[in-house]
């Protein structure tokens, strides 16, 4: 996905004050824009909120009717440093195609997890299926300083674990561990990211106290976090201090749970780049647009990006 940080990305403000022992949960809306001829909800990044753990990008893909003439998601080919890649699909199809050499099918219930490391480059086409509609997640995690300069990496899993809740509903973990079952994904810090299936009703879930976590609705809902309602397009977010979560589904809904311990490096993130500083992110645009082998070339039909100027004085 291209473009996480434009200068009007704000937050809706603080929810009111959670209950005595609670941490404070609070309310972010995110903003409507189009990605790859989709319409998406971009929940991360935001003024006020900028990550949950090391997860600094969330943009809710579609629903969008697919089908003639309306082909699904088409993002040209475009750079990647410092980050891993998840995408997580409710309905449709996304081809990936990436300068590793990988072509690989996402369908609903399968885990693409691609690694950047110092540089890779990938496009997400349509399959040429025809499929009806198109939703699901697309997501960043911040690679820590040890491997943010390391090798790129692929990996597809279509066998993930599944732990059932109370009351019907169940949980896939798509990284990390939740409740004892562990994603067999890759994780360069201890995150947690996890689709949540409810039945109408009320859950108690465990959740790791020194993290902080966010939730959004995939589809369903609404929910209630104790006094806080939860609507389509809000990010809900906690920090550190509360280890049960309290979901309340009004009706049947499908819920993203992402959790990790605060991500302590410092962070700077531009276009298609996370990194430490503004110079890092300049010379990741140079490379890109000299066409070096940092990033390496994608077998796609599509024509590779461009990177927008600079929006900061690179003589500063």
Do not use: Y
């Not at 809710?60 to 309306?70: A, E, F, K, N």
């Not at 609404?222 to 309602?229: K, Q």
């Not at 430490?276 to 010379?283: H, I």
Request: charged share 20%; hydrophobic share 40%; aromatic share 4%.
């Amino acid at each position: 996905m291209s473009g996480p940080l434009e200068r009007d990305e704000a937050a809706t403000g603080a929810s009111p004050g959670a209950g005595p022992g609670q941490a404070e949960v609070e309310l972010f809306r995110g903003r409507a824009t189009e990605v790859g001829g989709v319409p998406v909800t971009r929940l991360l990044p935001q003024r006020a909120r900028r990550s949950v753990g090391p997860w600094c990008f969330l943009d809710l893909l579609g629903p969008v009717s697919t089908g003639p003439g309306r082909p699904g998601l088409a993002v040209p080919p475009h750079p990647h440093c410092g980050l891993q890649t998840v995408t997580w699909l409710l309905h449709g199809e996304v081809l990936h195609r990436d300068s590793l050499g990988s072509e690989q099918v996402v369908r609903p219930g399968e885990l693409s997890l691609m690694t950047a490391g110092h540089g890779v480059a990938h496009a997400e086409e349509p399959t040429g299926r025809a499929l009806p509609r198109l939703q699901g997640a697309q997501l960043w995690i911040a690679q820590p300083a040890a491997t943010a300069g390391g090798a790129a990496a692929f990996e597809h899993h279509v066998d993930l674990p599944v732990l059932p809740l109370p009351g019907g509903g169940q949980a896939r973990v798509l990284v990390g561990e939740l409740a004892g079952a562990r994603s067999p994904a890759r994780r360069d810090t201890p995150h947690l990211g996890a689709e949540l299936r409810l039945p109408a009703g009320s859950l108690r879930l465990p959740v790791r106290a020194a993290d902080e976590h966010g939730l959004c609705l995939l589809a369903g809902g609404p929910l209630r976090l104790g006094l806080h309602r939860l609507e389509p397009g809000v990010l809900a977010v906690w920090p550190p201090g509360r280890d049960v979560v309290t979901v309340e589904a009004e009706r049947p809904a499908v819920v993203l749970l992402l959790g990790g311990p605060p991500f302590e490096e410092p962070l700077v993130m531009w276009w298609n780049f996370v990194g430490r500083s503004r110079v890092e992110l300049a010379e990741a645009r140079r490379a890109w647009e000299a066409g070096e082998p940092r990033f390496g070339p994608v077998r796609s039909a599509l024509p590779r990006l461009v990177a927008p100027p600079l929006p900061w004085d690179t003589a500063r």
